[in-house]
C-alpha cells in the first residue's frame, strides 16, 4: 500500500468522523485536547498511567479548569469520551496524541522519560495507516531523534506506514478568550504527507488556523521561542523594577505609560518569579540542547538568572518592610495572598510564590497563606495546607501580607485596612486610594 493511499484513508476517516482519536496524558493539555475531539464528533479515548483520573473522567467528573464540567459528563454518558489505563487499546485508535508532563530533573536537564515511556507504550499497538503527534513542549530534535525510532521499533516505517508530527500545545490556564478550541495550531511533520495528515486531524477539531511549517523540528523550535520571549522580556522588566525601586520610582506606573505606544511595545510585567509548567522551564531545553553544539546562550541564560532569583529578592525586601516596623524576619508572622503561579486559577506548578513561601521559612518567619483556588499543595512531598477564610483577625495577627498572586476573588480593601504592612509583588492592590502600608515590588 503507498503513501498516497494511506494519506487518504485515514485523510477519509478524518473527513466523515470514523477515526477514533487518543490522547496520552489526561493533564492540563490533554484532557481539554481529549474534550475538544469528543465534541467535533469523534470517539475519543484518554489514556493515563494514573487511575485517579482515569475513574474521574469516566464519572464524569472534571478536574481542570479550562474544561467545562457538563461537557465533560455529556461526552463521557454519550460514549464519545472513554478514559484507561490499558494501552492496549491504542490499537483501536487512528491517531494518537502525546500530552505528557517534561519536567526538568534535580540537574536542570530536560527529563523525558514520560515521552519516551508512552512511545514505548504505543509501539506493541501500532497498526498501519496511523498517525501520532506529539504535543509536550520539549528541545528542538525530540520527535525525530527519540520519538521516530522508537516508534519505527514495530516494524512499520515512519512516512509510509504511519505518520508522525510535532504539535506544540498551546494553553494558557485561566485565559477567557483563548481556549484549545480557538487557538492557532502549529504542525510540523516528518514528511510531508505526515504533515497533511496531521493538519487534517486538527482541521477537522478546531475553530483556528492551522500554520504547516517544513519540519518537527522547526515546530519544537517555535514552541521553545514563545517561551523564552516571554522568559527574556520578564527578565527585563524584574531587572528594571529592582532598579527602579532603588531609584525611587514606581516601576508600574512606568509600564503603564510605556504601553500607550501603540506599535513597537508589549507591556510585561514584574512578579516573585515565574511559575507554570512552561516559560521556566524551555529556556532550559533549549540551553542543554544548544551545548551539543558548543553553543553557549548567554541572553536566555542571563534572563533565567534574573528570574529564579526573584524569589529571594521579594524575601530581601520583605525583610526590610519589617525591619522598618522594628520586627526581625525570624518569628515574624506573614501571610502570604495567592500560592497558583498566575490569576485566577488553580495551577500552582513551578510557582514562583511557594519559592517565596520555602524562602521566608529558610528565613525564620512563621508562614501562612490564602488562595480562594488552591486549598493545599504538595511541595517536595510535604502537603501545606492554606487558611478556608481570609478572616479580619488572620489578616490583624500577621506582621506582614505578601500578595504573591493578583485573584480577583480576594477582598483587597480589607486586607489594606487590618494589615500592619503590605508587601504587594504584582500590584493587585492599584485600585487601593490609601496606600500607607502598602509597599509595591
Not at 486559577?345 to 525564620?364: C, M, P, Q, T, W
Request: glycine share 6%.
Amino acid at each position: 500500500m503507498n503513501t498516497v493511499t494511506l494519506t487518504s484513508n485515514l485523510k477519509e476517516k478524518l473527513l466523515n468522523k470514523t477515526a477514533t482519536l487518543g490522547v496520552v496524558g489526561l493533564g492540563y493539555v490533554g484532557l481539554p485536547l481529549a474534550v475538544e475531539k469528543a465534541k467535533a464528533g469523534y470517539k475519543t479515548i484518554g489514556f493515563d498511567v494514573q487511575e485517579f483520573k482515569v475513574k474521574m473522567v469516566n464519572d464524569g467528573e472534571n478536574y481542570i479548569g479550562d474544561v467545562v464540567n457538563e461537557d465533560l459528563e455529556s461526552l463521557v454518558n454519550s460514549g464519545n469520551l472513554l478514559a484507561t489505563s490499558d494501552f492496549a487499546k491504542v490499537a483501536q485508535a487512528d491517531c494518537v496524541s502525546i500530552c505528557v508532563p517534561t519536567p526538568l530533573d534535580n540537574y536542570q536537564q530536560p527529563d523525558i522519560s514520560y515521552v519516551k515511556a508512552s512511545a514505548e507504550s504505543i509501539v506493541p499497538h501500532m497498526h498501519k495507516d496511523m498517525l501520532i503527534v506529539l504535543e509536550s513542549t520539549t528541545y528542538p530534535g525530540t520527535t525525530e531523534e527519540l520519538l521516530k525510532p522508537i516508534l519505527e521499533e514495530s516494524g512499520l516505517k515512519c512516512g509510509e506506514d504511519f505518520f508522525l508530527a510535532y504539535s506544540p500545545e498551546r494553553v494558557d490556564p485561566g485565559n477567557l478568550n483563548f481556549k484549545t478550541k480557538n487557538t492557532p495550531k502549529v504542525v510540523g511533520g516528518c514528511t510531508e504527507k505526515c504533515t497533511e495528515v496531521a493538519a487534517a486531524l486538527y482541521e477537522s477539531i478546531l475553530e483556528a488556523p492551522i500554520h504547516r511549517v517544513s519540519s518537527p523540528a522547526i515546530a519544537e523550535m517555535e514552541k521553545i521561542l514563545e517561551n523564552i520571549y516571554r522568559n527574556i522580556n520578564i527578565g527585563l522588566v524584574n531587572e528594571l523594577a529592582i532598579l527602579s525601586n532603588k531609584m525611587g520610582i514606581n516601576f508600574w506606573e512606568v509600564v503603564d505609560a510605556a504601553k500607550t505606544k501603540p506599535y513597537g511595545f508589549q507591556a510585561f510585567y514584574p512578579g516573585p518569579g515565574l511559575g507554570g509548567h512552561c516559560i521556566p522551564l524551555d529556556p532550559y531545553y533549549l540551553s542543554w540542547k544548544a551545548r551539543e553544539y558548543g553553543f553557549h546562550t548567554s541572553m536566555i541564560e542571563s534572563s533565567m538568572m534574573v528570574n529564579d532569583r526573584m524569589p529571594e529578592y521579594c524575601v530581601e525586601r520583605a525583610s526590610k518592610i519589617l525591619n522598618r516596623y522594628k520586627k526581625a524576619m525570624n518569628g515574624s508572622r506573614v501571610l502570604v495572598i495567592g500560592v497558583a503561579y498566575k490569576k485566577d486559577i488553580n495551577d500552582y506548578r513551578e510557582s514562583a510564590a511557594i519559592d517565596v513561601i520555602n524562602e521566608l521559612e529558610k528565613e525564620g518567619a512563621n508562614v501562612t497563606y490564602f488562595d480562594p483556588y488552591v486549598n493545599e499543595y504538595k511541595d517536595q512531598g510535604k502537603l501545606k495546607t492554606g487558611e478556608m477564610d481570609l478572616t479580619v483577625d488572620l489578616i490583624e495577627e500577621a506582621d506582614l501580607v505578601m500578595i504573591t498572586a493578583d485573584h480577583t476573588k480576594v477582598d483587597y480593601p480589607l486586607i489594606q485596612k487590618h494589615a500592619t504592612a503590605i508587601f504587594d509583588t504584582k500590584n493587585a492592590m492599584k485600585d487601593i486610594t490609601n496606600r500607607e502600608n502598602i509597599e509595591l515590588l
